[in-house]
């Protein structure tokens, strides 16, 4: 029993040990998915680039569509989200295995509103301000899974999706 225990744990040191950022300085990473939010559900695209072994920088792309039904019309809005972001990746603090990323930052982003001319509600273009914490599995080397929940911006609820590092 001893042995078994003391080889799991050498085991698991070994992963923990070699930890590293999942998109080292001037790599980069193509991130896409869908999102969940009160305003339908967004189709998102992303690019990362790795500007320090802990931090990178990004932008996005958004586009979602949904019905709504106010003073006895039903009215379908689009949005377009263009948004900019920087995460703080905490693999190597934390010593985390690279097949995980965890990650947090701020981001800003500009949406553009589309509604029928006919529609009195408050939809309007406008600048957001927000934040995102996030993780990702990398399955391979090259393929991970995402998760990511924010509010302010594109997303107020969150998104799920791929990454793919190119």
Do not use: C
Request: aromatic share 16%; no cysteine.
């Amino acid at each position: 029993m001893k042995r078994i225990t003391l080889t799991i744990a050498i085991i698991i040191m070994a992963f923990v040990s070699f930890s590293q950022n999942p998109l080292p300085k001037g790599s980069n990473q193509l991130n896409f998915g869908v999102g969940f939010s009160g305003w339908g559900i967004p189709l998102y695209v992303g690019f990362d680039h790795g500007i320090h072994q802990d931090i990178t920088l990004g932008g996005e792309l958004s586009y979602r569509s949904y019905h709504e039904n106010w003073n006895s019309n039903t009215y379908n809005h689009n949005i377009i989200g263009i948004s900019g972001n920087a995460n703080y990746h905490f693999n190597t603090i934390l010593n985390i295995p690279s097949r995980w990323d965890f990650y947090a930052g701020p981001n800003v982003g500009f949406f553009i509103w589309n509604s029928p001319n006919t529609y009195d509600g408050n939809n309007n273009s406008r600048l957001g301000l927000g934040g995102q914490i996030g993780t990702r599995y990398y399955v391979s080397d090259r393929v991970g899974l995402n998760l990511e929940f924010g509010g302010g911006n594109a997303f107020t609820g969150g998104k799920f999706g791929l990454t793919i590092r190119i």
